[in-house]
């Protein structure tokens, strides 16, 4: 698909401009309406139109954008089959995404989900019986859902939350180490 392959020539190449940002929503809007429900890129599209919503929030602080990255993102998750390992690292997006949303509203209800998204990463790879697929992206979860946890705990003081916190942030610096020994 050459409309996949430019969008992620733009990401790799560092091409930032706002044009270019533009364009590619809009490809790939394009594309995801011209995908049929059920096919199996669908889900890897709306991901990808999610990130690039949730760069255009970054820079433009419009919360629609944000708002329609997670719509995106939760259709992925809801067209990805149980059984795939994907699905972990959409559900991770996820609670990414709602963690953005909670930096700015500093709703507790926002951090709550951003927490729940990305435990239900770790217990869905947990659950399919699978590794994620590299250590890297292990770590990463893990140092969101720890990241996620010491946001909650800075508000309810809660030593469960700031215990959970340590634990999955050492369980990413392992994962990280395993890669770089």
């Known amino acids: 698909m050459d409309l996949h392959a430019d969008v992620h020539r733009i990401c790799i190449e560092g091409q930032t401009r706002m044009e270019d940002l533009e364009a590619t929503i809009m490809q790939l809007q394009a ?29 433009t602080e419009k919360l629609r954008d944000l708002e329609a990255a997670i719509n995106r993102t939760e259709t992925a998750v809801k067209a990805t089959p149980e059984e795939r390992l994907s699905r972990a690292v959409l559900l991770n997006n996820l609670g990414s995404r709602w963690n953005m949303r909670y930096e700015r509203s500093t709703d507790a209800q926002d951090m709550e989900a951003a927490i729940n998204y ?17 250590n890297i992206s292990r770590a990463r979860i893990y140092n969101n859902l720890g990241k996620y946890l010491r946001h909650r705990y800075e508000r309810t003081r809660n030593l469960h939350d700031l215990n959970a916190t340590i634990n999955h942030m050492e369980t990413a610096g392992k994962a990280i180490a395993e890669d770089h020994p």
């Open 31 to 59: 594309t995801v309406n011209a995908t049929p429900e059920h096919h199996p890129a669908r889900a890897a599209l709306l991901n990808d139109l999610a990130s690039h919503l949730s760069s255009r929030y970054a820079r």
């Open 118 to 134: 990305t435990q239900a990463a770790i217990n869905h790879a947990e659950a399919v019986g699978k590794a994620l697929e590299d």
